[in-house]
Structure formats: structure tokens, C-alpha cells
């Protein structure tokens, strides 16, 4: 079930792009990994939205998402300080967030579960938020963060990305989304930001 309103906007955004689309994919270190710790890694973590495309090849042809719905925005720089120095940020430590960024063993459980899925080890890694504040290349050029996920690109999608993308294609014919019917209702309307 698709819980959390921006994972269900990927999910329209990467159908709309002609994905086929999985959510909340659990993963967590295998029991044999040298550096697995029950008390630690029992707990499974999840992949938010993937996407496989049938007809695109390389690292554009599955979409891995993480989504941070987070409303007072995203601050790249901010993580990466906090996850750096192992802060402690609302109740738990930084990197817990961004553990197939930040930790080896949850990143190589995470690319097995990738390659298990869609039979590839080549993709893409979106971080998916409500807005960016500050340099989204910070985020997408950490070299940690690209050598966790085996050398594949990260990159930021924002809500307002989706939008843009989405907006002119939507029509009167019904959506098969909630999502999509609700931005039909909104075009419906008239609202823009410019109004």
C-alpha cells in the first residue's frame, strides 16, 4: 500500500515516464555479514518506489526511490554534516535515514536486493523530497554516498520537479490515481502559482 502522498506522486510520475512500479521492498544485512549485529540490523528497512522500464537500458532503466516528505524542505548539506559527525536528529542517529547511503552492509543488501528484483545491478538513485534547500549537487556528487551504491548516480527530485513534468500532460480523461485525479481537479480549476 502506498502510504505517504509523495510516494504515490513518484509512483504517478514513473508511470507516466512508462515504469512499472514496486514500493516499500524491505532489505536489511544478511545474517552472515561479518558486521551484522542483531541488536542493530534485525529491523528491516525498506525501498520506497522502484521502477523498471522495458525499453530504456543502462542506469536510467530502474529508478530506485527514497522518499522525504519532509515539508520544511531538504537540506543536502545539512545531512551530510549531520550523518558526518553522527548526529542525533529527531530521536535517532542521522545516517539511520540514509542507511544504503551511509553504512556498507545496508548498502550491499541494498544492491542485492536491486539486482534480485530487476536483474540489474546498474540504476539510478533518487532521493524524492518536497523541496531542496541549498546544493543538490552536494547530494549527488558524494563520492561515499556513490561508492555504497556501486558507482550509479543519485540524484534530487523534488515535488515541484514532478509538477512541472506532469502538469501539461494532464487531461480530462479519469485518472487511475488518486494522485492523478487530484491534479486533474487542480488543473480543473484554474489554480496556478502565477495567479
Same mark, same amino acid.
Given at each position: 500500500?502506498? #502510504? %505517504? @502522498?509523495?510516494?504515490?506522486?513518484?509512483? #504517478?510520475?514513473?508511470?507516466? !515516464?512508462?515504469?512499472?512500479?514496486?514500493? =516499500?521492498?524491505?532489505?536489511?544485512?544478511?545474517? %552472515?555479514?561479518? #558486521?551484522?549485529? $542483531?541488536?542493530?540490523?534485525?529491523?528491516?528497512?525498506?525501498?520506497?518506489?522502484?521502477?523498471?522500464?522495458?525499453?530504456? %537500458?543502462?542506469?536510467?532503466?530502474?529508478? /530506485?526511490?527514497?522518499? !522525504?516528505?519532509?515539508?520544511?524542505?531538504?537540506?543536502?548539506?545539512?545531512?551530510?554534516?549531520? @550523518?558526518?559527525? =553522527?548526529?542525533?536528529?529527531?530521536?535517532? #542517529?542521522?545516517?539511520?535515514?540514509?542507511?544504503?547511503?551511509?553504512?556498507?552492509?545496508?548498502?550491499?543488501?541494498?544492491?542485492?536486493?536491486?539486482?534480485? &528484483?530487476?536483474?540489474?545491478?546498474?540504476?539510478?538513485?533518487?532521493?524524492?523530497?518536497?523541496? /531542496?534547500?541549498?546544493? +543538490?549537487?552536494?547530494?549527488?556528487? =558524494?563520492?561515499?554516498? +556513490?561508492?555504497? &551504491?556501486?558507482? =550509479?548516480? @543519485?540524484?534530487? &527530485?523534488?515535488?515541484?520537479?514532478?509538477?512541472?513534468? &506532469?502538469?501539461?500532460?494532464?487531461?480530462? $480523461?479519469?485518472?487511475?490515481?488518486?494522485?492523478?485525479?487530484?491534479?486533474?481537479?487542480?488543473?480543473?480549476?484554474?489554480?496556478?502559482?502565477?495567479?
Amino acid at each position: 500500500m502506498k #502510504e %505517504d @502522498i509523495l510516494e504515490q506522486m513518484v509512483d #504517478e510520475y514513473l508511470q507516466h !515516464k512508462g515504469y512499472f512500479t514496486r514500493h =516499500n521492498i524491505k532489505f536489511r544485512p544478511a545474517g %552472515d555479514h561479518a #558486521e551484522y549485529d $542483531t541488536r542493530q540490523d534485525a529491523v528491516h528497512s525498506d525501498i520506497d518506489v522502484i521502477g523498471i522500464h522495458p525499453r530504456l %537500458d543502462g542506469a536510467r532503466r530502474v529508478i /530506485v526511490v527514497s522518499c !522525504k516528505s519532509w515539508q520544511s524542505g531538504f537540506r543536502p548539506e545539512y545531512w551530510i554534516d549531520a @550523518i558526518a559527525k =553522527n548526529k542525533v536528529v529527531s530521536g535517532r #542517529e542521522a545516517w539511520r535515514g540514509f542507511r544504503e547511503l551511509t553504512k556498507e552492509k545496508w548498502a550491499t543488501a541494498f544492491r542485492a536486493t536491486v539486482a534480485e &528484483l530487476t536483474g540489474s545491478s546498474s540504476f539510478t538513485y533518487i532521493t524524492a523530497v518536497t523541496k /531542496v534547500i541549498g546544493s +543538490r549537487s552536494a547530494w549527488q556528487d =558524494n563520492a561515499t554516498f +556513490r561508492e555504497h &551504491l556501486g558507482g =550509479n548516480p @543519485i540524484e534530487i &527530485l523534488t515535488f515541484g520537479d514532478m509538477l512541472k513534468e &506532469l502538469f501539461p500532460f494532464i487531461d480530462t $480523461t479519469p485518472a487511475s490515481s488518486q494522485v492523478g485525479r487530484v491534479l486533474q481537479l487542480i488543473k480543473a480549476s484554474g489554480w496556478s502559482l502565477d495567479k
